[in-house]
């Protein structure tokens, strides 16, 4: 698995509620194993880097959602980068929640849905179960992703 097409700043969340077996990622379940940052030093970071485009992964970014909203809007605000979010959700949950979906109009492309052991597929592209979903919620130049469920919404 990958966190995206081409060179990408990736940020892993610590903090998930998800406990999918066989995680690949366990460790990021409990959010004091992160590293507090300031968003202000994210985005040095993220525009220090003009070839790359953002990822958000972990961990669950919506279980952070709050933070990872402003930091969506910032990069969207002041940046040209496309943002891919990973999560243990599914955009229905998602879209049904009113503090979960305050990130959804800032992010590109949605990777949904827990990772379920018992179909895991390393033939995969960007996710290791078939009932993830690479969800396009902006139109995409190129699919690099066949297959991809088409979600396109106004901004
Ligand atoms: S959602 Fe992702 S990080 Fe969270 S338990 Fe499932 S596979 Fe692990």
Known sequence: MADGPGFRTAIYCAGCNHACPGCHNPQSWNIDNGHWMEIDELMDIIK???MSN?????GDPFCQVEAFTELARRI?????KNIWCWTGYTIEEIQADERLAQMLPYIDTLVDGPFILAQRDTTLLFRGSPNQRIIHLTPVEEDVCPGAVELVKPR
């Open 48 to 50: 220090a880097d003009s």
């Open 54 to 58: 953002v990822t958000f992964t972990g």
């Open 76 to 80: 969207k605000a002041e940046t040209s």
